[in-house]
């Protein structure tokens, strides 16, 4: 396992961006073997959010549907990029990275077996990175998204509030030691430089 392991969450909302694809070969160019991507829900999140509300199910099953939902958008990101590799166990995800390739999360049967993580909307796919993180000992936690970086150091707290992370992502953040930046859509440009450590990235977020 790398030192210096990162996890990356591609957030759901570039399913649609040019930019998706941009970022996907920047992460099988440069991550073999370095980084796990863990997928957004995307377009099926919103249907499971769409249906509950329609239907009108407990959170519990949305929370399970939407952790399929996640699994649907990383068979996506696995198909439209040569490299990367669907792994659901800790040892498929080890051996992805020992092989230098890039493992692609599918979280429904780590998700549903463990026991310290909440069955809710509270708990989304910037949560379920977080807790990944901590688990595989990660020292790096990135999570692109469609809404441009702010350059400074963010509490996880300011960036619930504001809608950007789910609220209960500074609890997952205090499970492991890594820190966690915030990227955005262009951002594939630069990230080769963030792997090698060769410059940080302008926005971290902070659990305080």
Request: hydrophobic share 45%; aromatic share 8%.
């Amino acid at each position: 396992m790398p030192f210096d392991l990162w996890v990356v969450k591609v957030g759901g909302s570039l399913h649609d961006a040019p930019e998706l694809r941009r970022w996907l070969h920047a992460l099988a160019l440069t991550g073999g073997g370095r980084l796990v991507v863990v997928p957004g829900g995307g377009p099926f999140a919103d249907k499971v959010r769409a249906a509950q509300k329609q239907t009108g199910f407990d959170d519990a099953t949305a929370h399970g549907m939407a952790l399929l939902a996640m699994e649907q958008y990383g068979r996506e990101l696995v198909r439209l990029q040569p490299g990367l590799q669907p792994a659901s166990q800790d040892k498929e995800l080890r051996n992805i990275l020992d092989q230098r390739e890039v493992p692609v999360w599918m979280p429904a049967s780590m998700a549903n077996d463990a026991t310290d993580i909440h069955c809710d909307w509270g708990t989304s796919s910037d949560s379920l990175a977080a807790w990944l993180a901590a688990r595989l000992g990660a020292t790096q936690l990135a999570l692109i998204k469609s809404v441009a970086p702010r350059v400074g150091r963010w509490a996880a707290s300011q960036l619930a509030g504001d809608g950007l992370v789910d609220r209960r992502f500074q609890e997952y953040m205090r499970l492991g030691r890594f820190r966690v930046w915030w990227l955005g859509r262009d951002d594939y440009r630069r990230f080769a430089d963030y792997i090698n450590a060769e410059q940080r990235p302008p926005a971290e977020i902070s659990s305080s």
